[in-house]
């Protein structure tokens, strides 16, 4: 293939944007959902409308990173999307439902009129930002242990992803996102309620340090191509530095944590941890979309297609960056028991 032309910097360029997009609905998504997962942890039930106020503006925008990188998968690399589909129907739909359940039971808690339907959108709230989770942990960790594929088609089972290395991925991601939502209680809350997510930011810091080694011992002994991209050079360079970055960061997390004035700290480590863990997911699977087996270049659409995206989404992402961040910018600030409801 030749390496100065646009069918082969193109697909590199897309699979950026799409690792891009993915990265960014786990920061902006993930809060919220681990903020949902620890919903019914919290008693009191002032608290938990407090924990809603501090993302109702703007929960209902970070899917929309969700969809870009779905269609980013169908535009541009067409025969990976036929292929991962197929494997992932039952996780993508279940992960759907929960979404779906979660949203409703967010819109209508704030409308009940009687404690007893709201405590049911309470479960249903939690319960479905835990199985939305769990589930796209599975869908992870399927994807990172191979999908069987000939003649590039998928041959293998729709039941594949219950197998111990993808439900060990979801119960990971789950884990993740949680302590992303203690961490944004931290910063986003006062007193009592912010104090309770402090401890819980530090239990669920050890848990995910235990998931994150486990993950990363697992992970080269998937595949021989994985183990090969961890110690071969030059890429050694690169996974050398992730161990060394997640253990400063976890000493810069604890230390926060024990720090009464710490309030953005955890939470910008807890995404550290994110980010590292993302980067040696792609230094394992680089250049597989499918691994073991289908590239980045056997997955890709015309190199016309392709263009003619990027054209789009060259528009289309600093408009949904800027909406974004003008969001965030305007819904800023520590939230309370007193503080205007947005509902």
Known sequence: MDMTGAAYWL???W????????FIYIVLDGFDLGLGILFLAEQNKTYR???VQTIAPVWDGNETWMIFGGAALYGVFPNAYATILPALYLPVLIMLFALIMRGVAFEFRSRMHTEKMRDLWDV???????VASVMQGVILGTLVSGIPVENNAFVGSGF??????????GLAVACGYTLLGATWLVWRTENTLQNTMRKWSGVLSIIMLV?????SVWTPALHATYMQNWTEWPRILFVAPVPVAVLILALIMFRALRGKESRRVPFFCALGWFFLSFSGLGISIWPYIVPP????????????????LLVGAAVLIPLILS????????????????SESYH
């Open 124 to 130: 249903g709230f939690c319960g479905g930002s835990l």
């Open 160 to 169: 594949d992803w219950l197998a111990p290395f993808p439900l060990f991925c």
């Open 15 to 22: 699979s950026v944007l799409a690792a891009l997009a993915i």
């Open 211 to 215: 998931m994150i080694a486990g993950v």
């Open 49 to 51: 409308n407090v924990m």
């Open 293 to 308: 087996g289908m590239t980045i270049w056997q997955a890709s659409a015309p190199p016309s297609s392709q263009a003619f």
């Open 323 to 338: 909406y974004t961040a003008f969001a965030y910018h305007v819904f800023r600030g520590t939230v309370n028991e007193h």
């Open 11 to 13: 697909p590199i360029v």
